[in-house]
């Protein structure tokens, strides 16, 4: 038996070949025995129409894919047949006048969403009804509202997007809301946080930052946990702030609240990836209360006046330092017309001799140089060396203990309003929001190396 082209939807060459030859079509539920004499058991998915042609793709009964290599198909046998339709259904969100004005902003991200396997791209369920359907805890949370400002990945969020996105921000607190939610992509989140801290000031609402690692059709999803905390501190917490809410552990039993300025992506797939850097997180979040972690923080107020100032140069970067880097490096970067540089130095802010003469060609260009660390924890303290000094008395400004991404931000923000030295000195050396403290707890920068007896020793004795 063959099965018919059109039942093998994205499958091609000898992966299309291998299902005609056993006579089972995408959508089969299916019994294949590899060349080992493994069996799995699932349904035959269908290929992104961008992947190879090599691999079988099955979701397994644990909701899990696995791709099995057409060379190691021994057999594979039809159980049955069902086409699936991987739509999250929608419903109408209930209104309760004594609840919360939630505004969910979408600008991409997966924090919701089901699985298109045509091209094996995620599609995000955005419309409240959708939400509802797929969340249907958040009706009783908080009055919901959505609006899609654009739908990008979050590598490709830039000014444009940093601008619309302040500005909304700025109406929906004037039109009433309770709190906003932004749907972000996990990968350059933390950006975006800091811009906004930068870009609305005294918030008299909680503005917070969600997304997921791993997309709603896979069981360890934590896409509707952080939905459901990041709505909560929205609608009901007292920190009205730019925040990140992610997963505090690798369990579900809360959410980290983190501040927008000291907040950094850790891990490229863990769901606790998120992870407050220089400082303690604001405070946890769970599905039935808060838990105050920071005293210091902006706190919910009704009668402040927000202030929304979207000003954004581009012509910025950072320089991310390394043993032998070039001269031609810096020197390329003012011919091309960048007006700032944030260095991510080594030690306590340091980059090699052969780099003063280019860097002091670009500070007498009227090019803005700062130095933050690359350490992450820590301060720049160019002082202590004759290198870090030398740099000093090159006009370079050194910014404590500010994050490289942080840094980048705020130098955009800041070169959106001045070109003027002193005041660039100024504003990039003043704290907005958080974004410099005068110092790191003594308690947070803790080093657990996996394997040393001691660490699986407290691993044990915690465990539950």
């Known amino acids: 038996m063959t099965a018919a082209r059109d039942e093998l939807k994205g499958y091609k060459g000898r992966a299309r070949a291998t299902l005609a030859g056993f006579g089972v079509r995408v959508w089969s539920e299916v019994r294949l025995v590899n060349d080992a004499g493994s069996v799995f058991e699932g349904v035959i998915l269908p290929r992104s129409e961008t992947f190879d042609d090599l ?72 419309t409240p009804g959708e939400l509802y359907g797929a969340v249907p805890e958040l009706a009783d949370i908080c009055n919901l509202t959505t609006k899609k400002l654009f739908g990008v990945f979050s590598e490709n969020m830039a000014k444009e997007q940093y601008i619309a996105l ?61 939905l459901i905390h990041s709505v909560r501190a929205a609608a009901w917490g007292d920190i009205a702030e730019v925040m990140i809410c992610m997963f505090g552990p690798t369990s579900d039993r809360y959410g980290l609240l983190h501040r927008g300025t000291r907040c950094r992506k850790m891990h490229s797939s863990y769901r606790s990836t998120f992870r407050t850097i220089g400082d303690v997180p604001l405070g946890t979040v769970s599905r039935d209360r808060f838990t105050y972690l920071n005293k210091e923080y902006n706190r919910r107020d009704a009668g402040r006046k927000v202030r929304i100032d979207p000003v954004y140069d581009d012509r910025t970067t950072i320089l991310y330092y390394y043993p032998g880097m070039h ?35 670009a500070i007498a260009a009227g090019v803005h140089v700062v130095m933050a660390v690359q350490t992450l924890w820590g301060y720049a303290q160019m002082y202590v060396y004759d290198t870090g000094r030398d740099l000093l008395d090159l006009g370079i400004v050194p910014l404590e203990n500010m994050l490289p991404e942080t840094a980048l931000m705020k130098l955009s923000w800041v070169l959106g309003h001045t070109r003027d030295r002193a005041e660039v000195t100024r504003l990039m050396r003043t704290p907005v929001s958080h974004e410099i403290t005068d110092r790191e707890p003594h308690n947070g920068y803790l080093i657990m190396q996996g394997g040393l007896p001691e660490t699986e020793e407290w691993i044990k004795s915690h465990w539950k």
Do not use: C, W
């Open 327 to 361: 001269p031609d490096l810096v020197d390329a970067l003012v011919e091309k017309g960048y007006h700032g540089i944030v260095i991510a130095g080594t030690g306590l802010g340091h980059v090699n001799k052969p780099l003063y003469p280019p860097l002091e060609r």
């Open 55 to 126: 691999h079988i793709v099955i979701k397994m009964k644990n909701g899990y894919n696995i791709g099995i290599h057409v060379e190691r198909v021994a057999e594979i046998t039809e159980l049955g047949y069902k086409e699936a339709f991987y739509k999250i259904p929608e419903k109408a969100f209930p209104a309760r006048p004594q609840l919360p004005k939630v505004t969910l902003l979408g600008t991409g991200g997966t924090i919701a969403s089901r699985l298109d396997y045509r091209t094996g791209a995620v599609i995000p369920a955005f």
């Open 166 to 226: 302040a500005v909304a921000i700025g109406e929906e607190i004037d039109a009433g809301a309770d709190g906003i939610v932004i749907g972000h992509g996990t990968d350059t989140m933390g950006h975006t946080a800091a811009i906004l801290s930068f870009m609305v000031q005294d918030s008299p609402v909680p503005i917070v930052l969600v997304g997921s690692q791993r997309s709603s059709d896979r069981p360890s999803s934590d896409a509707a946990l952080n």
